[in-house]
């Protein structure tokens, strides 16, 4: 069984930091790209970042910058390391394993970012 387990999230002031972790069961997490996304109130889900088994990172365009996306194998995770927040970040965070087509989801982290 799959899961995927994320942890992090919270309220923070725009301009200041936090960061999310997505721990991995039930899948060959080393083979496997990952990825977060998020979806704002009334929105779609869109992609934040996605890293690939390699550990090749790719980023939105909003995010470029103040968001790092990395990955440990060995403790089959996926962190989300997110600096200068803004209001317009403010959603839920899911962590991806396998793509969004016939990938898994993880439950959701909620980011709040106070102007």
């Known amino acids: 069984q799959v899961q995927l387990v994320e942890s992090g999230g919270g309220l923070v002031q725009a301009g200041g930091s936090l960061r999310l972790s997505c721990v991995a069961s039930?899948?060959?997490?080393?083979?496997?790209?990952m990825g977060w996304y998020r979806q704002a109130p009334g929105k779609q889900r869109e992609l934040v970042a996605t890293?690939?088994?390699?550990?090749?990172?790719n980023y939105a365009d909003s995010v470029k910058g103040r968001f790092t996306i990395s990955r440990d194998n060995a403790k089959k995770t996926v962190d989300l390391q997110m600096n200068s927040l803004k209001p317009e970040d403010t959603g839920v965070y899911y962590c991806?394993?396998?793509?969004?087509?016939?990938?898994?989801w993880g439950q959701g982290a909620q980011v709040t970012v106070s102007s």
């Open positions: 039930g899948i060959f997490f080393s083979l496997t790209g």
């Open positions: 991806n394993a396998g793509g969004t087509r016939t990938g898994f």
């Open positions: 890293i690939t088994r390699d550990g090749s990172p």
